[in-house]
């Protein structure tokens, strides 16, 4: 069976829209993360998939100031993807905002492509603000990105990263949300994918990480817990963060993004074995016909 695989050269804008519009923009996202790891033959479908709808608010609802024609401007927001093995899902909306062209997503993982399987900033790719990978260290990063903007050049912008339920498993998340705690980081919007998947099964019964909300609080964030799949709610969310960030409350923010694993494809959906599969050809027609 053969799958000709094209990637159309729209983009999208960053302004406030209506659910149905997210709701486009991210099954174009999906159908991105399909068509590019089928290509790559190995990668991660589950957690991208997952993490489409919230992904689509984030950069193309007005949330963040960017602009994708002058990457470096000096008073950019900052997204840190921590959970860099979701990768697809930040090379479809890089992509898709127009920092590079679409064509390229075809070269996902190829051996000299800038879009490698984790994030790394020595391939150059326009919109990546960090290298992230290693569990925990996204985010880590993230924090200080928050620190030096808030502590030392006192400005007005803004860090979103974004972490993995099961990346909460490793030490570094827990002293990153201390220090971000501590410091009274209102710049700074931690969200975690609560998909409760991960490489090897539930998050909880591998180890669990529950409490959240409360573990969240308990470092003086104040937490939001919403479902991920719901484009009101989403918004709701970033306008709170926004008006957290505005009024200085002195207090990070998170935010639950309660997701399910491989959402938009039904039988991807919730089943942690496509934590870090690629469909192949046959699997790819079937998602790519329900993501019509
Ligand atoms: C420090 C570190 N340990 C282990 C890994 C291997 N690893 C990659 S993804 C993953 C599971 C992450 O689960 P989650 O964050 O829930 O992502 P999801 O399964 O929802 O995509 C693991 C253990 C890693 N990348 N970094």
């Given at each position: 069976m053969n799958l000709n695989v094209e990637f159309s050269d729209l983009t999208f804008d960053n302004k406030k829209r209506t659910p149905q519009e997210f709701l486009e923009i991210a099954n174009q996202l999906r159908k991105d993360i399909i068509n590019s790891l089928l290509l790559a033959k190995s990668g991660h479908s589950g957690g991208p998939l997952g993490a489409s709808d919230f992904m689509s608010v984030l950069f193309f609802g007005g949330y963040m100031y960017y602009d994708s024609k002058n990457p470096?401007?000096?008073?950019r927001d900052r997204f840190v993807?921590?959970?860099?093995?979701?990768?697809p899902v930040l090379y479809s909306v890089l992509a898709r905002a127009g920092?590079?062209?679409?064509?390229?997503?075809?070269?996902?993982?190829?051996?000299?492509?800038?879009?490698?399987g984790h994030p790394g900033l020595?391939?150059?790719?326009?919109?990546?603000?960090t290298a992230s990978g290693s569990l925990g260290q996204g985010v880590s990063i993230a924090v200080g990105m928050a620190m030096s903007d808030k502590l030392?050049?006192?400005?007005?912008r803004k860090v979103f990263s974004l972490t993995g339920d099961g990346e909460l498993q490793e030490g570094t998340c827990w002293e990153a949300a201390m220090a971000a705690g501590s410091h009274k980081l209102d710049n700074l919007c931690w969200i975690v994918d609560?998909?409760?998947?991960?490489i090897d099964g539930r998050v909880k019964n591998v180890m669990s990480i529950y409490p959240l909300k409360e573990k969240f609080e308990s470092f003086n964030f104040d937490v939001i817990e919403i479902d991920g799949h719901n484009f009101l709610e989403i918004i709701n969310a970033l306008d709170k963060f926004n008006s957290n960030h505005t009024n200085n409350i002195q207090k990070p923010t998170c935010i639950i993004s309660k997701s399910y694993m491989g959402k938009g494809v039904s039988f991807m959906?919730?089943?942690?074995?496509?934590?870090?599969m690629p469909p192949n050809v046959e699997q790819a027609i079937k998602a790519l016909e329900e993501l019509k």
């Amino acid at each position: 069976m053969n799958l000709n695989v094209e990637f159309s050269d729209l983009t999208f804008d960053n302004k406030k829209r209506t659910p149905q519009e997210f709701l486009e923009i991210a099954n174009q996202l999906r159908k991105d993360i399909i068509n590019s790891l089928l290509l790559a033959k190995s990668g991660h479908s589950g957690g991208p998939l997952g993490a489409s709808d919230f992904m689509s608010v984030l950069f193309f609802g007005g949330y963040m100031y960017y602009d994708s024609k002058n990457p470096n401007l000096p008073d950019r927001d900052r997204f840190v993807l921590s959970a860099g093995h979701m990768a697809p899902v930040l090379y479809s909306v890089l992509a898709r905002a127009g920092y590079f062209s679409t064509q390229e997503l075809s070269t996902l993982r190829k051996y000299g492509s800038r879009l490698q399987g984790h994030p790394g900033l020595d391939v150059g790719l326009p919109g990546i603000e960090t290298a992230s990978g290693s569990l925990g260290q996204g985010v880590s990063i993230a924090v200080g990105m928050a620190m030096s903007d808030k502590l030392i050049d006192k400005n007005n912008r803004k860090v979103f990263s974004l972490t993995g339920d099961g990346e909460l498993q490793e030490g570094t998340c827990w002293e990153a949300a201390m220090a971000a705690g501590s410091h009274k980081l209102d710049n700074l919007c931690w969200i975690v994918d609560n998909n409760d998947c991960q490489i090897d099964g539930r998050v909880k019964n591998v180890m669990s990480i529950y409490p959240l909300k409360e573990k969240f609080e308990s470092f003086n964030f104040d937490v939001i817990e919403i479902d991920g799949h719901n484009f009101l709610e989403i918004i709701n969310a970033l306008d709170k963060f926004n008006s957290n960030h505005t009024n200085n409350i002195q207090k990070p923010t998170c935010i639950i993004s309660k997701s399910y694993m491989g959402k938009g494809v039904s039988f991807m959906l919730d089943d942690y074995k496509w934590h870090g599969m690629p469909p192949n050809v046959e699997q790819a027609i079937k998602a790519l016909e329900e993501l019509k």
